[in-house]
């Protein structure tokens, strides 16, 4: 007879890791698969993925939308939508390998599209977040669809099952990125569905993360009032939601960011820059445990929540960087690296690629909206 | 003296391999991040572990020698009460949680909340030795046993934010300078000569022959002792009134 959870103790917690190459030289997925199977025990079999940024560049003019569906007619019904909304380049099936261990797999596509010149006129909107609003759509509007990315030149490939094995469902060998992002998933408060498994996306952003965000609802309602949906029942996608609000929206630097969400306590914050966010974003702040990993086509951070309940290692070799939730799991792959550290709780590590001076460069704003009548 | 390589099996049967070793020597090598290695061990086995240890290195254990030569991960000598764990390298956080017996000798840094809630109760009075620096919440709700931070080759903080805070037995010595403002409130703080030091001299002449560190190295800066106020300092925390 199979034991439930509660009958039989399941030791765990989710596991990340990333990789960086600085210098922006593609690597295969070979590498953060090693990384996250060596934290196997951290997940649960209930969800894995992960995100990967250059493997697109013949189509990195164009947004790159990963579309999960549960029957044909969603994704009919879905492409009708993008049709109307976008001009699709390539439409196709994400390639997967049959695995034993990877049942009821949803239909996954992928469509790489740029949004009609008469829509964003239309609709007064740079295309980023006329892209945006189309995922929060797709997710809220269109049942049994989700959009599992919808950045330039990257996808996440994640889905319900070991990482490992989810690294082999999606062929993760065949592909090329200079960064690499993966998550192991034990879910504790919320359902282990395709949806649910991490990384969280938008636009360029991804986003894995350990731990739980008991300001789940507090968050969610500030985010609402700027047309985010939360459709995918897990709490880590309020976070990416917040990062995007904060930096593609409201423009502030990682730093600010940094402040608002892993706020120091009141007694330790002296600049009144950082009291004026936090009393402005209050509702951003993100309470409970966690280390994230968040991403972009620039590069990575990984921060703590400001007292460090959730673990997170960081090391460099040469032109990489490796950030993980153990130690172990950097060694795998880096026997040897320069420097191994631990950061402080709400203490960033920031890796990005040589030459830029950003985590998002924040799109201009002299798209059509701009553009007299 | 056994020799395993850990890569040789998977994670369950190198722990039930290393439990049924009748061998008071055992030998691992190439370990990395396999968790719960001498988890609840009942002997005095010597073990030597090569390689980056995984989570809960000799939680619960009571009494078996272990060795490592590579860094822990989180949760080392948690709530161990008898034994030791001398590590050459760096430890994750909680490291020695609800410690109640026995010894760990860390060559470089804690992490968050070293030796939090660590107790002591007639002859069991448990020591953690670090070498570098601690993390933040070092001895939060400590009842007793024996914190020593040695400051040794660091550039950071002896310890980090809210050191102490809750605390209410036992005693933290720390090397050196430590940002002030890290301490909770509730704490006395002695600046010991040396030949105050008497009661954890054991620990630091173990420290310097472990790794090789001259003593007289360590003794030529002043300790400070930080220990609770009062007695019972939270004895009237939710009745209100003091008698």
């Known amino acids: 007879m199979l034991l439930k959870e509660g009958q039989v103790r399941i030791p765990s917690g989710c596991a990340i890791a990333g990789i960086l190459n600085q210098q922006g030289e593609g ?45 044909k007619e969603t994704r009919a019904n879905c492409e009708s939508y993008l049709n109307k909304n976008f001009n699709i380049r390539l439409q196709e099936p994400v390639p997967v390998r049959k695995h034993e261990r990877i049942k009821d797999a949803p239909i996954i596509w992928r469509y790489f599209a740029q949004p009609k010149e008469e829509k964003l006129a239309y609709e007064q909107l740079e295309e980023s977040e006329f892209t945006a609003r ?46 690499w992002t993966a998550h192991g998933r034990f879910p504790t408060n919320t359902p282990g569905w395709w949806g649910g498994a991490h990384p969280f996306t938008l636009l360029d952003w991804s986003l894995v993360h350990n731990g739980e ?35 593609r929206k409201r423009g502030l630097s990682l730093d600010e960011t940094i402040h608002v969400i892993a706020a120091p306590f009141w007694r330790d914050i002296n600049e009144e820059k950082v009291k004026r966010l936090r009393r402005v974003y209050a509702s951003l702040l993100l309470n409970g445990p966690f280390s994230i990993i968040v991403a972009t086509g620039n590069g990575l951070v990984a921060v703590n929540d400001r007292i460090k ?58 798209g059509p909206a701009a553009r007299t009548a | 003296m056994t020799i395993f390589s850990a890569v040789d099996y998977e994670d369950h049967e190198l722990l039930q391999i290393l439990d049924e070793t009748p061998q008071e020597e055992i030998e691992v090598r190439d ?23 995984g989570n809960n290195l000799g939680a619960f254990a009571e009494g078996p020698q272990i060795v490592v030569y590579g860094n822990g991960q989180e949760g080392v000598a948690n709530t161990m009460s008898d034994g030791q764990i001398v590590l050459h390298g760096r430890v994750g956080d909680i490291a020695g949680y609800g410690m109640r017996g026995g010894s760990l000798f860390v060559k470089g840094n804690a992490g968050y909340r070293l030796g ?16 570098s620096s601690a993390g933040a919440f070092a001895g939060e709700y400590m009842a007793g046993g024996t914190i020593i931070v040695l400051g040794l080759d660091s550039n950071r903080d002896l310890i980090g934010p809210y050191c102490g805070t809750g605390m209410y037995g036992g005693a933290i010595y720390l090397r050196g ?11 006395s703080q002695e600046i010991l000569s040396i030949h105050e030091l008497s009661d954890i001299m054991p620990y630091l002449e173990a420290f310097a022959q472990y790794f090789e560190y001259p003593l007289e190295n360590i003794l030529e800066t002043p300790f400070t002792r930080l220990k609770v106020l009062v007695d019972r300092p939270f004895a009237h925390l939710y009745t209100g009134f003091v008698s």
């Open chain 1, 213 to 247: 965000i008991s300001s789940y609802d507090t968050n969610l309602r500030f985010l609402q009032m700027y047309g985010y949906r939360c459709t995918l029942q897990t709490d880590t996608e309020v976070i990416a939601y917040s990062f995007d609000l904060l930096m």
């Open chain 2, 177 to 187: 300078n430590f940002p002030e403002h890290n301490l909770a409130a509730n704490l």
């Open chain 1, 27 to 71: 690597f295969d997925g070979g590498k953060i698969i090693s990384c996250i199977a060596n934290m196997h025990q951290r997940s649960n079999g209930l969800g894995g993925g992960f995100a990967a940024y250059g493997i697109y560049p013949e189509f990195k003019e164009h947004y790159a939308l990963h579309i999960y569906f549960d029957c």
């Open chain 2, 116 to 131: 939090i809630h660590m107790k002591a109760y007639q002859d069991k009075n448990p020591v953690i030795v670090v070498g």
């Open chain 1, 309 to 366: 309940l959730r673990p997170l290692v960081a090391a460099r070799k040469n032109e990489f960087l490796y950030v993980a939730s153990e130690e172990a799991a950097i060694r795998v792959v880096e026997s040897n690296p320069d420097e191994v550290w631990s950061p402080g709780g709400g203490e960033p590590v920031i890796g990005l690629l040589n030459g830029r001076e950003k985590l998002l460069d924040i799109p201009q704003c002299n």
């Open chain 1, 134 to 179: 189309a995922v929060m759509h797709i997710n809220a509007v269109i049942p049994g669809a989700f959009v599992a990315s919808s950045g330039h030149n990257m996808g996440a490939f994640k889905g319900v099952g070991y990482p490992e094995d989810m690294g082999e469902f999606f062929r993760l060998e065949e592909y090329k990125a200079y960064l």
């Open chain 2, 31 to 53: 370990l990395n991040g396999q968790r719960y290695i001498a988890c609840g061990w009942k002997n005095s086995k010597k073990l030597i572990l090569r390689g980056t240890a």
